[in-house]
């Protein structure tokens, strides 16, 4: 689990999908050529995509989400694919993970049971999509910069790793209990890290 970091006081970037990555991403759906043939024309088209086969994803508000990005990369294993869509943070996990996420939480009392007894309040809902389910992705050149959408941790290969419902649950409880001890005034530059792919498991 060492020796994943993400570098500080970095500047912004944004990723951008790789060939293998937009192969990857495509194949989640019914039809991967006609959605290859749209991106080779609009690269910059946002697409929706079904969970359950490739990936499941777990969406979270932007700045918890980003909390937990930050876990994964500063203290874990990385992340799969994690992109930004309309003020959520989407990451991309392995398939099964929706299903299994939520009763890990309500198990840890960090779950919807947890708020509703006003125990441990500091994990906020999260939207977990999975078979039956579909969510639009980014497009694979990016987005302008005022659409809120766009990849943080671009696919980069056919076959990424992706985190399982454990992974995603100790990044969201660690998430939650950093929370507590943040400061009101976050750093300026929050939104600025960049997250090296290439180290990722």
């Known amino acids: 689990m060492g020796g994943m970091s993400s570098p500080r006081n970095a500047t912004p970037h944004v990723s951008d999908v790789t060939s293998d ?25 946002p697409v929706v995509l079904p969970c359950g086969s490739a990936f499941d994803v777990v969406s979270a508000p932007a700045i918890f ?72 992705v980014p497009a694979p050149a990016g987005a302008p910069p005022r659409s809120g959408s766009r990849w943080l941790v671009a696919p980069d290969t056919r076959q990424p790793w992706l985190p399982g419902p454990e992974i995603l649950l100790w990044a969201a409880v660690r ?11 976050p750093p300026a530059d929050q939104g600025a890290k960049v997250y090296d792919v290439s180290r990722r498991r």
């Open 175 to 185: 998430a939650a209990r950093a929370a507590v001890r943040i400061s009101i005034f």
């Open 65 to 136: 989400g980003r909390r937990m990005l930050d876990r994964l990369w500063d203290d874990g294993p990385g992340s799969g694919p994690v992109a930004e869509f309309r003020g959520r943070m989407l990451l991309f996990a392995a398939p099964g993970t929706a299903q299994r996420l939520p009763s890990l939480l309500d198990w840890e009392e960090w779950g919807a049971r947890g708020r509703e007894d006003g125990r441990r309040g500091e994990v906020p809902p999260l939207l977990c999509h999975g078979a039956g389910d579909a969510v639009t």
């Open 21 to 45: 990555g937009a192969a990857w991403l495509a194949s989640a759906g019914a039809y991967p050529r006609s959605t290859l043939s749209l991106w080779e024309e609009r690269p910059d088209a």
